[in-house]
């Protein structure tokens, strides 16, 4: 069992015996999610596969934040708040913007892309160490504006 799993099934724990239901609810939505991938792949989860379960969930919940805020249901999205940061918890330390964009730079000069061609290249390289660290629309929109796109 990965060590993120492991740490998941000891909050799971933890949050019943204090009774925090929220919490509670939320990592059991996270252990379902992996569990599901887990039987429809037929494999066991690895560290950085449970990290790209998470980070889909994040961007899942924010696409409901910004529809909930448009339909003026704050109460809908501060719910959806609030498990995006139990769920961040889970996620390894976000990259700083320089972090990001040396990353961006590297990334370029590693596939030499140049204009809409090369952005595919460029987001293949970012991917793996940048998930769930940042917020990958906004890392494709950066690549897309160094490139010229």
Do not use: N
């Amino acid at each position: 069992m990965s060590d993120l799993k492991s740490r998941l099934q000891s909050d799971m724990k933890t949050a019943m015996k204090a009774g925090d239901k929220d919490r509670l609810g939320v990592i059991r939505l996270i252990l379902a999610a992996i569990k599901q991938r887990e039987v429809d792949e037929r494999i066991e989860l690895k560290d950085d596969a449970v990290i790209a379960v998470l980070d889909r969930m994040v961007k899942q919940r924010r696409e409901s934040i910004s529809q909930y805020s448009s339909a003026g249901r704050a109460d809908l999205a501060d719910v959806e708040q609030a498990e995006i940061d139990v769920i961040k918890a889970y996620l390894p330390q976000p990259l700083t913007e320089a972090e990001i964009d040396a990353l961006i730079q590297a990334a370029i000069a590693e596939t030499g892309a140049a204009g809409v061609s090369g952005m595919g290249k460029v987001m293949a390289v970012l991917k793996s160490p940048m998930q769930g660290r940042s917020d990958m629309s906004k890392v494709s929109a950066r690549v897309k504006s160094l490139l010229g796109v």
